[in-house]
Every structure is written in structure tokens, then in C-alpha cells.
């Protein structure tokens, strides 16, 4: 799926980000559809940060690629006794085994 993308398009030299949004419950979508514009809102600040300080230099291309999470669940979720205490989970993967 969308990692597999981004695997296949930094084996080929290009710049890569898979975003996901994973949820907890199905349909949480249509009962609170601001959960999505904040999530879409936060997908778009993270990328145009990983893009803006991407660094050519340090990192041959078809050797990094970003995997970005966005939970479809609350910011406040904690206060009301669910969710987790990270709601932005972003990691990335090195090609060439040094990462």
C-alpha cells in the first residue's frame, strides 16, 4: 500500500512521504468530520516541513523515505479517557542500513 509506494519511488531516486491516517473506530469519519480537516491540516504542516528541510546533501536520493501516521481520533481525547498520550506519530526508514 502506501508505504510500499514510497519504498518504490525512493529506490528510484525520488523523494518520497507515505501519509496514513489510521482510526479506532470505523465511520468516525462521518459522525465528526472536523477529526479529518485537522487531520489533513496536520498532514500538509508535516510535509511541507519534511520537504522544505529534506537535505539532498546528507541523504543520497533512494536512501530515505518518511512514513507519517495522522490518527483520525481527538487532540483532547486524553482529557475524556481515551486516545493515546502521541497523536502524530512520524518515523522514517533508511534504504542503506545506516538508520
Known sequence: GTVGAAVEACLHGRK????????????VWERNPDLVR?????????????????????NAKGTLFYNVNVPLWS??????GGGDDDNTTRTNARLDGDG
Open 16 to 27: 518520497a512521504i507515505a501519509i496514513s491516517f489510521p482510526y479506532k473506530e470505523y465511520r
Open 38 to 58: 485537522d487531520a489533513i491540516r496536520d498532514s500538509i504542516q508535516i510535509t511541507q516541513q519534511l520537504w522544505e528541510h529534506w537535505d539532498d546533501a546528507q
Open 75 to 80: 487532540r483532547n481525547a486524553n482529557k475524556d
